[in-house]
């Protein structure tokens, strides 16, 4: 079994920033890529970003490239999403989540985290 814990969450004026951190409790096969979700309510949660241990490979969701940025850090089990120029659309909780291999489907998922608030006001 595998714990996600996000953390980071808050509220931020329209073009400021935010940074997001997710601990894994271990490692194994099934945290070999790791992603951020978000979701609002009444939406489908989407794919934001993603990351794989091997390689450092990174995928990102078109509405975030170029203001966010994932990274890792291997020893701690953890990784980050570094938003900047946030809008008010990025409004959402933001979910961690981690799979052996990579992919943008939430229904692929096998561990998610509890979710952080990300509130964008403009």
């Known amino acids: 079994q595998v714990q996600l814990v996000e953390s980071g969450g808050g509220s931020v004026q329209a073009g400021g920033s935010l940074r997001l951190s997710c601990a894994a409790s271990r490692r194994t096969s099934s945290t070999d890529f790791m992603a951020w979700f978000r979701q609002v309510p009444g939406k489908e949660r989407e794919f934001v970003a993603g990351?794989?241990?091997?390689?450092?490979?990174?995928d990102y969701a078109d509405s975030v490239k170029g203001r966010f940025t994932i990274s890792g850090e291997n020893a701690k089990n953890t990784v980050f999403l570094q938003m900047n120029s946030l809008k008010p659309d990025d409004t959402a909780v933001y979910y961690c989540a981690s799979r052996r291999f990579s992919s943008t489907r939430p229904s692929e998922y096998s561990y998610w985290g509890q979710g952080t608030q990300v509130t964008v006001s403009s």
């Open positions: 990351i794989g241990w091997s390689g450092l490979s990174t």
